[in-house]
Protein backbone atom coordinates (compact mmCIF):
# COMPACT_ATOMS: atom_id res chain seq x y z
CA UNK A 1 0.00 0.00 0.00
CA UNK A 2 1.55 3.65 -0.92
CA UNK A 3 -0.68 5.61 1.79
CA UNK A 4 2.46 7.75 2.71
CA UNK A 5 4.44 8.15 -0.19
CA UNK A 6 5.86 11.57 -0.37
CA UNK A 7 4.51 12.50 -3.97
CA UNK A 8 0.69 12.43 -2.35
CA UNK A 9 2.07 15.04 0.53
CA UNK A 10 3.26 17.84 -2.06
CA UNK A 11 6.66 16.03 -2.39
CA UNK A 12 7.52 16.25 1.45
CA UNK A 13 8.75 12.92 3.17
CA UNK A 14 7.76 15.41 6.45
CA UNK A 15 3.82 15.89 5.80
CA UNK A 16 4.09 12.08 4.60
CA UNK A 17 5.30 10.93 8.61
CA UNK A 18 2.95 13.66 9.89
CA UNK A 19 -0.02 12.05 8.41
CA UNK A 20 1.25 8.52 9.42
CA UNK A 21 1.92 9.19 12.74
CA UNK A 22 -1.30 11.02 12.94
CA UNK A 23 -3.47 8.03 11.65
CA UNK A 24 -1.44 4.97 13.73
CA UNK A 25 -1.05 6.77 16.71
CA UNK A 26 -4.20 8.96 17.31
CA UNK A 27 -6.79 8.89 14.32
CA UNK A 28 -7.28 5.19 13.85
CA UNK A 29 -6.77 4.25 17.64
CA UNK A 30 -9.69 7.23 18.50
CA UNK A 31 -11.71 5.29 15.77
CA UNK A 32 -11.43 2.06 17.04
CA UNK A 33 -12.04 3.17 20.63
CA UNK A 34 -15.12 4.77 19.57
CA UNK A 35 -16.92 1.48 17.43
CA UNK A 36 -16.26 0.10 21.24
CA UNK A 37 -17.65 2.37 23.00
CA UNK A 38 -20.43 3.27 21.35
CA UNK A 39 -21.81 -0.59 22.18
CA UNK A 40 -22.20 0.86 25.45
CA UNK A 41 -22.14 4.69 25.31
CA UNK A 42 -23.07 7.64 23.17
CA UNK A 43 -20.13 8.59 21.58
CA UNK A 44 -19.61 11.50 19.37
CA UNK A 45 -16.33 11.58 17.02
CA UNK A 46 -14.67 14.95 15.94
CA UNK A 47 -11.75 16.07 13.86
CA UNK A 48 -10.18 19.32 14.62
CA UNK A 49 -8.69 21.00 11.35
CA UNK A 50 -8.42 24.63 12.29
CA UNK A 51 -4.64 25.89 12.55
CA UNK A 52 -4.32 29.50 13.02
CA UNK A 53 -4.19 31.93 10.47
CA UNK A 54 -1.02 33.71 11.75
CA UNK A 55 1.03 30.68 12.64
CA UNK A 56 -0.71 28.47 9.86
CA UNK A 57 3.06 26.15 8.89
CA UNK A 58 1.88 24.74 12.33
CA UNK A 59 -0.71 23.49 11.12
CA UNK A 60 -3.39 22.26 13.14
CA UNK A 61 -1.74 20.79 15.97
CA UNK A 62 -2.67 18.79 19.24
CA UNK A 63 -4.03 21.39 21.76
CA UNK A 64 -4.49 24.30 19.32
CA UNK A 65 -8.37 23.82 19.66
CA UNK A 66 -7.91 25.39 22.87
CA UNK A 67 -7.55 28.98 22.33
CA UNK A 68 -10.46 28.97 20.29
CA UNK A 69 -12.49 26.46 22.96
CA UNK A 70 -11.38 29.26 25.66
CA UNK A 71 -11.65 31.97 23.51
CA UNK A 72 -8.00 33.07 24.55
CA UNK A 73 -6.77 33.86 21.17
CA UNK A 74 -3.87 36.40 20.87
CA UNK A 75 -5.63 40.02 19.53
CA UNK A 76 -2.84 40.28 16.87
CA UNK A 77 -3.20 36.60 15.94
CA UNK A 78 -6.69 36.00 15.01
CA UNK A 79 -8.66 36.53 12.28
CA UNK A 80 -12.72 37.69 12.26
CA UNK A 81 -13.89 34.07 10.58
CA UNK A 82 -10.97 32.75 13.90
CA UNK A 83 -13.15 34.63 16.01
CA UNK A 84 -16.59 33.55 14.83
CA UNK A 85 -15.19 29.78 14.92
CA UNK A 86 -14.28 29.90 18.46
CA UNK A 87 -17.93 31.21 19.53
CA UNK A 88 -19.27 28.37 17.18
CA UNK A 89 -16.73 26.32 19.76
CA UNK A 90 -17.48 27.37 23.12
CA UNK A 91 -21.61 27.04 22.46
CA UNK A 92 -20.66 23.44 20.90
CA UNK A 93 -18.70 22.48 24.12
CA UNK A 94 -21.27 24.23 26.21
CA UNK A 95 -24.01 22.56 24.24
CA UNK A 96 -21.81 19.12 24.78
CA UNK A 97 -21.79 19.61 28.64
CA UNK A 98 -25.51 20.32 28.45
CA UNK A 99 -26.43 17.05 27.28
CA UNK A 100 -27.92 18.32 23.63
CA UNK A 101 -24.25 18.20 21.31
CA UNK A 102 -24.78 20.77 18.49
CA UNK A 103 -22.46 22.06 15.75
CA UNK A 104 -23.86 25.71 14.67
CA UNK A 105 -27.59 24.39 15.26
CA UNK A 106 -26.56 21.32 13.16
CA UNK A 107 -27.16 18.04 15.14
CA UNK A 108 -23.17 16.14 16.14
CA UNK A 109 -24.17 12.42 15.16
CA UNK A 110 -23.46 9.79 17.48
CA UNK A 111 -21.00 7.45 16.37
CA UNK A 112 -22.10 4.67 14.55
CA UNK A 113 -19.62 1.80 13.20
CA UNK A 114 -21.67 1.25 9.79
CA UNK A 115 -21.45 4.97 9.21
CA UNK A 116 -18.87 6.34 11.57
CA UNK A 117 -19.77 9.78 10.86
CA UNK A 118 -16.99 12.08 12.46
CA UNK A 119 -17.50 16.35 12.97
CA UNK A 120 -14.83 18.19 10.86
CA UNK A 121 -14.52 21.02 13.52
CA UNK A 122 -12.64 24.23 10.84
CA UNK A 123 -14.24 27.63 10.31
CA UNK A 124 -17.10 25.64 8.69
CA UNK A 125 -18.07 22.60 10.17
CA UNK A 126 -18.97 19.53 8.65
CA UNK A 127 -19.96 16.13 9.07
CA UNK A 128 -17.95 13.37 6.99
CA UNK A 129 -18.36 9.53 6.62
CA UNK A 130 -15.91 7.32 6.71
CA UNK A 131 -13.32 9.72 7.48
CA UNK A 132 -9.89 7.70 6.74
CA UNK A 133 -11.35 4.10 6.88
CA UNK A 134 -9.45 2.48 3.96
CA UNK A 135 -6.12 3.65 5.92
CA UNK A 136 -7.92 2.23 9.78
CA UNK A 137 -8.70 -1.29 7.72
CA UNK A 138 -5.19 -1.14 6.37
CA UNK A 139 -3.62 -0.84 9.91
CA UNK A 140 -6.36 -2.98 11.50
CA UNK A 141 -5.44 -5.80 9.25
CA UNK A 142 -1.69 -5.57 10.21
CA UNK A 143 -2.09 -5.55 13.75
CA UNK A 144 -2.15 -1.92 14.49
CA UNK A 145 -3.76 -0.75 17.29
CA UNK A 146 -2.16 -4.19 19.00
CA UNK A 147 -5.60 -4.30 21.18
Known amino acids: MSFYTANRFNDSPQE????FYADAFVHCPVRRWAEVASALLDV??????????AVQDLKAFHGVELSFVFGTLFDEL???AEEAMSAYVRDTWTSAAMGAPTVKE???PLYDPPTAKWM???????????LRLEICEFLLAEGWPPY
Not at 16 to 19: F, L, M, P, Q, S
Open 16 to 19: AYEA
Open 44 to 53: RTYVWTRHID
Open 78 to 80: HTP
Open 106 to 108: MEW
Open 120 to 130: ILDLVPEVETH
